[in-house]
């Protein structure tokens, strides 16, 4: 199983851009990059996913290197309720299913 | 379109008793799915319907958890006894599309207290 490592926390303020940056050495061929995000007492929201280079949407933008270990959710001008847990996994394909493996995530904190 | 939706958002009992989760999917998707964050450990997957049939089942903790998706509608996950180690966010989740390409939505999940 592809394991995600990402950092445990960030900080930013309103307006900035906030780049987050998941590593996934052990990615494999058929996986999927699929990036969450969860409110307090919410479930986790679909953001964005990609499989490789660059996809964007009215949401966030996901930067995948050729390699695919590693994969960067970007958020372009954020606000006080992008305040969030964030959470990169890569799927599992089973049988033709994807089983999500959710990490720890990164707590983003924007600050006024 | 309606979301996912579990019943109860909480709920609270004791040692030994027996508590029901419920999930209603989004009208139309045939996949379903539980997760559960118990305390301070990630979110982990239970298990993965496919309209009434069990796709997985490869993360349910033991015997004490029963899922049902009779009709292949809404979902049941049944715990019996309950243990204080099941205390924890279970979360319910459905999807059309079998590679869920589109994302999983989820709903607000039920908080389980045992005590």
């Known amino acids: 199983l592809a394991k995600t490592t990402q950092p445990i926390s960030m900080d930013s303020y309103e307006g900035q851009e906030v780049n987050i940056t998941c590593s996934h050495n052990?990615?494999?061929?058929?996986?999927?990059i699929t990036w969450y995000q969860q409110f307090p007492s919410q479930g986790p929201r679909f953001i964005i996913q990609?499989?490789?280079t660059k996809v964007t949407n009215e949401v966030a933008s996901l930067f995948i290197p050729a390699d695919r270990k590693s994969s960067t959710l970007s958020l372009p001008r954020v606000s006080l309720s992008d305040t969030a847990v964030y959470y990169c996994?890569?799927?599992?394909?089973?049988?033709?299913?994807?089983?999500?493996?959710f990490g720890a995530g990164t707590r983003l904190a924007v600050h006024p | 379109e309606a979301g996912v939706t579990q019943f109860p958002s909480h709920s609270v009992i004791e040692k030994g008793q027996t508590v029901t989760l419920r999930c209603d999917p989004i009208?139309?998707?045939?996949?379903l799915y539980w997760y559960r964050r118990v305390m301070g450990k990630e979110i982990k997957f239970l298990l993965h319907?496919?309209?009434?049939?069990?796709?997985?089942e490869s993360g349910m903790p033991n015997n004490r958890f029963l899922a049902e998706r009779t009709g292949g509608t809404y979902s049941t996950l049944k715990v019996q006894p309950a243990e204080l180690e099941d205390s924890g966010v279970y979360f319910c989740a459905s999807s059309q599309d079998p590679g869920a390409v589109y994302g999983y939505t989820f709903g607000s999940g039920t908080r389980l207290t045992v005590v």
């Open positions: 052990n990615i494999a061929t058929n996986d999927y």
């Open positions: 319907f496919v309209k009434e049939s069990k796709q997985d």
């Open positions: 996994l890569v799927g599992v394909f089973s049988g033709g299913y994807n089983k999500l493996i």
């Open positions: 990609g499989y490789k």
């Open positions: 009208s139309g998707h045939d996949n």
